[in-house]
């Protein structure tokens, strides 16, 4: 284990030499949780398709992929050439466009099911929202999660996370119904039942541990 620390101190010193800057000025020295590491993280400065390279030159395949997002890799040509000629048209316009109109139709295409699309800034508002329209459709005031699934960082989403959550106000964990994600199919079934007032229920397919900790859902 030393000969690796030591190999990565020696491969990193750019690495090392921001991050000692970044600690005074993010919180953990980190923009993002998953992207802290001891004894410091790598800090990239450029990526294509599936590989990208850190300050000190070094090469890696990016299994990363921008936490899922980059399904097409690192500046596809046809990525890069579509936002290059978007920016030279505007940045923010703060109206409608054709654009909003013709991606909203190509989520409907993808997705049958949705009947009306609302684009948000990110997943949490995203989920915040969805949490509020359930409540607000079927007045009832609870909504079921599965533990330590991850569906952003407001303070309901926060409720039955694997960390200590300080700062967020009890009556908004009494709000969430928490149910192991082991247990799928009988344990929602089970709260549905027990509880009248459950708006919604939200989960996380592939489980926020990424495959560690599968849940299982009803055979039929």
């Not at 101190?9 to 993010?26: I, M, Y």
């Not at 920016?87 to 409907?108: N, Q």
């Not at 192991?180 to 027990?194: H, Q, S, W, Y």
């Amino acid at each position: 284990m030393t000969a690796i620390l030591d190999e990565y101190l020696a491969k990193h010193p750019g690495s090392a030499q921001r991050f000692a800057e970044a600690v005074g000025l993010f919180p953990g020295g980190v923009t993002h949780d998953t992207r802290y590491a001891q004894p410091f993280p790598l800090y990239m400065t450029h990526g294509s398709g599936p590989r990208k390279w850190d300050v000190d030159g070094e090469e890696y395949i990016d299994y990363v992929s921008g936490h899922g997002a980059l399904i097409l890799g690192h500046s596809h040509p046809a990525v890069a050439a579509a936002v290059a000629e978007q920016v030279t048209r505007g940045t923010h316009l703060g109206a409608s466009t054709d654009e909003e109109v013709r991606w909203a139709k190509a989520v409907m295409a993808l997705v049958p099911s949705v009947e009306r699309v609302r684009f948000h800034s990110s997943g949490t508002e995203a989920t915040l929202m969805a949490m509020r329209l359930a409540r607000a459709y079927t007045g009832k005031r609870k909504v079921m999660k599965l533990q330590d699934h991850f569906h952003g960082w407001h303070d309901y989403a926060m409720a039955g996370s694997d960390r200590p959550s300080p700062g967020i106000p009890e009556a908004s964990f009494e709000s969430m119904v928490i149910v192991p994600p082991a247990t799928f199919d009988a344990g929602v079934e089970d709260a549905l039942n027990r509880d009248p007032d459950i708006a919604a229920v939200i989960l996380e397919p592939t489980g926020a541990h990424y495959g560690q900790l599968p849940s299982t859902f009803p055979s039929s």
